[in-house]
């Protein structure tokens, strides 16, 4: 540093506006102070100076509010996925989606796919199971009855159910396909061996790889599920349903496609995905978020609109939240979550219901909730639920 | 490093960084949102144009520029949509130390408090263009071209707010005797 042009420095500002002064005052170190210390000693009419310009430095360094690491964090995370939307959208997914949006890779890659045949060789099974079932490849059985079962495919083969590991016994590489069964009344939760996760919901079955070795991931879906697909260009994930392809890089969104439903949808929260029917020479739609797809089987038309992703999410969280759904809807969402037969009288199909329900409550709860907001009777009989008007 | 398309460069920029640019921009909103978007943005635009970037030898002067574009746009589009909300032009919220404490115990709390009092009594753009200058070590011309004024009436700015603060320290004779008037009739 140079002492000689400090000696010309007359009035405080000189020192407030010399660079090399403030970084000293705000970083001393000790280099500089041996400078300055030495500074003063030869020039000691300068201290006051010195003095009064490093007081009133100190005196402007703001005091910060508090941001956390944690925020920091959040938005880095964002940065490298950046096909997301901004927060405030993600603060309402986090709300009723569990986070995931966060864990989410997303890909911008649009793919016109023309389906070279129809096919979906997923052998629903129609008979009701009261318990939970994973069908491996080499034809063995696993039943589980937890409510909510979480299920683990390694890429090594090996299996977890909810903490019980079964070892992996084929030892050749092949595609092998396992399909769980989930009853009404129960869901689970299930990573794949590409570390994509899937919730499925009651009455949902899923068949998959036990490791994606070809060009795409594909899995099989009958019934509702919600994907939170890894991101991986190279090998595009589709979903298959009787009716609908859909494809994806990586992504999350919902997919319900009951058979006994009138139309198969899928909800698009994050990223951007192509959907088609499950046919010859479909044509092909895209979806970015909040859009939803329906496919109406009797016309088999497929339309497009907007909607509140969060109102198709929020089951994954254990509760549902419903804005003016004929109320007949709203009992069959509620049937097959609890696996409780419910009667309906007549005249109910143009009453709406809107709310949240908490499905942990038990079913009677959630239906006088029902009842409550929709004035419509409940009476049970023998564990049979009658909703009339 | 980072041009070259080093993602490990992002990262360490953005720890650098993000904290301060998160903190310039509690002084000029309290809307946590629109910073975080504008955070986002900046540095996402940073990833898409690496490959066009110039040298900057100051990388964080361009951020704390580009950020502040960001978060002006930001706050007028939602402006426009709450009407409850209007975008002021000249806030800039800062809470200084020495509000909390005595920053030197050797000077007598008296001209703590004045020095106190003329920090608060900074006009908000004056208070920018001081933290600029002295918290964010800027040059003049980094400065004023962060508040888009003349390089000129930046320099007047901070020295005119420099200077309030040194008369407080040093009052002049006058001053000083309405000083020690204003002490005497208050002791009584």
Known sequence: ?389 | MFRQGNNDALALIYSDHSKKLYLYGLKLTSNRTVIEDSIQDLFSDLVKNRKNLGDTDNIHFYLIKSFKRKLQRQLQKESRYDLNSKVEDFIFDITYSIDHELINKESADQRMSLLSKALNGLSPRQKEAVYLKISEELEYEQVAEIMEISIESCRNLISKAIKSMKDTLHPKAFGFAVILRKLFTSGQ
């Open chain 1, 1 to 389: 540093m140079d002492a000689e042009k400090y000696i010309d420095f007359n009035v405080t500002e000189d020192f407030i506006l010399d660079e090399a002064f403030v970084s000293w005052v705000l970083h001393p170190g000790n280099e500089h102070d041996q400078f300055w210390v030495s500074f003063v000693h030869d020039q000691p009419e300068k201290e006051t100076l010195i003095r009064d310009a490093a007081l009133i430095i100190r005196s402007l360094q703001p005091i910060e509010p508090e941001v956390s690491q944690e925020q920091l964090d959040k938005i880095m995370i964002r940065i490298k996925n950046r096909d997301l939307p901004k927060f405030r959208a993600v603060h309402l997914l986090m709300k009723y989606a569990a986070g995931i949006a966060l864990l989410i890779a997303v890909g911008g890659l649009i793919w016109l796919t023309i389906n070279t045949k129809s096919k979906f060789p997923l052998e629903v099974v129609n008979t009701p199971v009261q318990k939970g079932k994973i069908i491996l490849a080499n034809g063995l059985v696993h039943e589980f009855d937890t409510e909510q079962t979480t299920i683990k495919q390694s890429a090594t083969g090996n299996l977890t159910i909810n903490n019980d590991t079964i070892k992996n016994l084929a030892s050749e590489k092949k595609m092998e396909m396992n399909q769980i069964i989930i009853p009404y009344g129960q869901r689970s939760d299930i990573t794949l061996s590409d570390g994509t996760h899937i919730w499925l919901n009651s009455g949902s079955q899923l068949s998959y790889p036990t490791e994606f070795l070809g060009k795409t991931r594909e899995v099989l879906l009958s019934g509702e599920a919600f994907f939170d697909v890894k991101h991986n260009p190279e090998k595009p994930f589709y979903v298959i349903t009787r009716e609908l392809k859909i494809r994806v890089l990586g992504t999350s969104f919902n997919v319900s496609a009951y058979d006994e439903d009138v139309t198969a949808q899928a909800i698009l929260i994050t990223g951007k995905v192509t959907a088609c029917k499950n046919k010859l020479f479909a044509q092909t739609v895209d979806m970015v978020p909040g859009e939803r797809l329906t496919y109406e089987k009797s016309s088999e038309n497929i339309l497009k609109d907007k909607v509140d992703v969060k109102l198709y999410a929020s089951w994954v969280n254990g509760y549902l939240i419903i804005e003016n759904m004929p109320i007949t809807e709203v009992l069959r969402k509620v049937q097959r979550y609890y696996n409780q037969d419910i009667s309906t009288g007549e005249g109910l199909e143009k009453i709406t219901f809107s709310g949240k329900l908490d499905l942990k409550d038990d079913i009677s709860e959630v239906l006088a909730n029902i009842s409550f907001a929709s004035s419509v009777s409940v009476s049970e009989n023998n564990g049979t639920f009658n909703v009339i008007k």
